[in-house]
């Protein structure tokens, strides 16, 4: 089910529609974009490669940058024929990035699969958790340093074991090369390690923002963006 929504500033009266937006390369290698409902969502699934299109705004050089965040792929399609799609598709700012759970083996460079994909915490007492949701009772009334996914792999051709911590969220504002060394104390193990809790822009490097109610206008700078309406589209 999709979300149309259209917004519209109180001090000039700028219009900005946003709604949520997937992707998808049919099997002649084509890509799609539109809306997400069920009848893409299908198509979508059926694809060679599929995913989600995020909006955000830089203020400071006043672009709006679209993330494609690939979700599914195929052995059928390589990450780089996905990336060159998305890039000659128009000529709007991109991020391109895979999902998280894309691994390739530290070793032979070759694509792996996920195994395992759990929550993980560090309370404020310093103590690890690890579980498969971050609504289990180990996760329930808790304040955490920081936390973020696990996800475990396998390379069959090293007979290795791959382990990937990726931070979510920084509440105590650890820098990162603490972190990595509060993780290390707690797995014997780990490889690699990603700090997803924030993104800037790739023009000016500045924090990107995700427009919506209350946002300050892009275009006058002084009013706020509130609802004119919102459809739910399925
Ligand atoms: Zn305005
Ligand atoms: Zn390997
Ligand atoms: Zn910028």
Known sequence: MGIHTEYSCSE??????????????????????????????????????????????????????????????????????????????????????????????IHCRQEISLRQEKSFAIDEMGEFFIDDSLYSEDFENKKFDFSGKYYGYFCPDCGKQINKFVILENDANLDDSLIKEILQDHTNDLTVYINDSYSNCPICGDELQVLGESSICPKCNVGVLHIESQQLID
């Open 12 to 105: 000039c009266g700028m219009k900005l529609v946003d709604s949520s937006d997937i992707f998808w390369v049919d099997a002649e290698k084509k890509i799609h974009v539109d809306m997400q409902t069920v009848s893409s969502s299908r198509k979508a699934t059926d694809s060679l490669a599929s995913g989600g299109i995020y909006k955000y705004y830089c203020y400071n050089c006043n672009n709006y940058i679209y993330n494609f965040h690939i979700t599914r792929k195929s052995r059928f399609i390589t990450k780089e024929e996905i990336i060159q799609l998305i890039e000659s598709l128009d000529d709007n700012h991109k991020i391109i990035d895979f999902d998280n759970r894309f691994q390739n083996c």
